[in-house]
């Protein structure tokens, strides 16, 4: 990526003011990631059930996928400061390079579970990989600290619009096996072979990074210091976000609506493909909102009326009533995630970054890996959607604590 090049895009508004090349760089490993897990949340499920497993199996490995990817970024919260930023990302490429070739041939229970565990998967709508945190660090250190929100919300941006992309594309192979005959289960196993595919180009993708943080470890990047507290209380108060998430992740929300509605894993795709771009267009309208009213403030009255929307879901008469509220939901419920991020980068030290996005990105996977275990279990006893209740419910208490806890702390200037 050439600076000419970068120059074009802020012109045409896809860069903030400043950016180096890198972040381009960023933003497009970030938007092929995005596509296959879009892809692979929605496939994951149906595979699953192809195999024989119930939705209490399900849930098992999708909460293996999270508590894996949880203990894996804490690794790194604790011992990034040591390595380049690059050399972690391209490690985490090869990682999955390799999960996406071992779903393609694994098919018994236990194998699954371990790849499940130590691999890349990512059963959510949202990014909870272990690239989150790398990513972010290395991010904030592109963009002049007055265009870290809009560089974050585009980051968030690009992240919906091609997962949102990827669960379209998730009805392909029932819709080839369909019209052509072929068989189901090599296409939905090449989907796994394809999320390899893209693990291997994003490891060219990043291969470049030259920033400093990318291709040296500094000597006052470091653990957490003076921002110990403030981040800490963060991490607990998004981890109880997450944990209600974690009952809605995509995987699980696609299996709620195969049993409460039997849609087909097109109609599926669909819904979840809208979804995705109502949360795309929330992304950009936070930055103007963040500016008006503050980032706490973005976040708190973006995300409540989004929970308590989330609640009625399961209530819905018919499925256009259940997708009409999913889709307004998904135009409210992503706003945070920018600002969230931005928040963060700004109230810590520049050298504390790497270890403030893993520390705050840990709990959050921690606590949403246990939730799809229960939503699993609560849907094999039920098709009512009480896992959207719960995950509605305890977010809505996340954010009315968040709104105490930090609404007269004084704001960030960089937003």
């Not at 029932?174 to 999320?195: I, K, S």
């Not at 210091?225 to 995987?251: E, K, N």
Request: glycine share 8%; net charge positive.
């Amino acid at each position: 990526m050439t600076e000419s090049t970068v120059a074009s895009d802020r012109r045409w508004g896809l860069l903030p003011a400043g950016a180096s090349s890198d972040a381009w760089r960023l933003l497009s490993g970030k938007s092929l990631r995005a596509f296959t897990d879009g892809l692979v949340s929605v496939v994951l499920p149906v595979y699953l059930i192809r195999l024989g497993y119930s939705a209490f199996g399900v849930g098992a490995i999708v909460t293996s996928t999270l508590l894996g990817s949880a203990l894996l970024t804490l690794a790194i919260g604790l011992f990034a400061h040591h390595f380049p930023g690059r050399r972690i990302l391209l490690a985490a490429c090869a990682l999955m390079a390799a999960t996406g070739l071992s779903f393609a041939v694994a098919t018994a229970f236990w194998p699954l579970l371990i790849v499940a565990f130590l691999g890349t998967i990512n059963p959510s709508a949202g990014d909870v990989s272990i690239f989150l945190p790398a990513e972010q660090s290395l991010l904030a250190g592109t963009v002049p600290s007055k265009g870290r929100t809009a560089l974050f919300a585009r980051y968030s941006l690009i992240g919906s619009l091609a997962g949102a992309f990827g669960t379209l594309a998730a009805a392909f192979p029932d819709m080839l096996a369909g019209r052509f005959g072929m068989d189901e289960m090599g296409l939905l196993r090449g989907v796994f072979v394809f999320y390899a595919a893209i693990g291997c180009a994003t490891w060219f993708i990043y291969r470049p990074l030259s920033s400093l943080g990318a291709i040296a470890a500094p000597s006052d990047r470091k653990p957490l210091g003076r921002s110990r507290h403030i981040v800490l209380v963060m991490a607990g108060l998004f981890s109880l976000d997450a944990f209600g998430g974690g009952f809605v992740v995509q995987s699980l929300l696609a299996l709620w609506l195969f049993k409460a509605f039997h849609v087909s894993v097109a109609t599926a795709s669909s819904i979840l493909f809208w979804a995705g771009i109502c949360s795309a267009v929330s992304y950009l309208v936070a930055v103007p909102l963040s500016r008006r009213f503050g980032l706490i403030n973005t976040m708190v009255f973006t995300h409540l009326p989004s929970n308590v929307l989330l609640i009625f879901v399961p209530f819905a008469p018919n499925l256009t009533i259940a997708i009409a509220l999913l889709l307004v939901r998904s135009a409210l419920s992503q706003m945070d995630v920018p600002t969230r991020t931005s928040y963060v980068m700004a109230v810590v030290a520049p050298e504390e970054r790497p270890a403030a996005a893993s520390i705050t990105a840990v709990p959050r996977s921690l606590a949403s890996a246990v939730s799809p275990l229960l939503a699993g279990y609560l849907l094999s006893l039920s098709v009512f959607g009480w896992p959207l209740i719960f995950a509605g419910t305890l977010k809505a208490v996340y954010d009315l604590l968040l709104l105490i806890r930090f609404r007269n702390l004084p704001p960030p200037e960089d937003t």
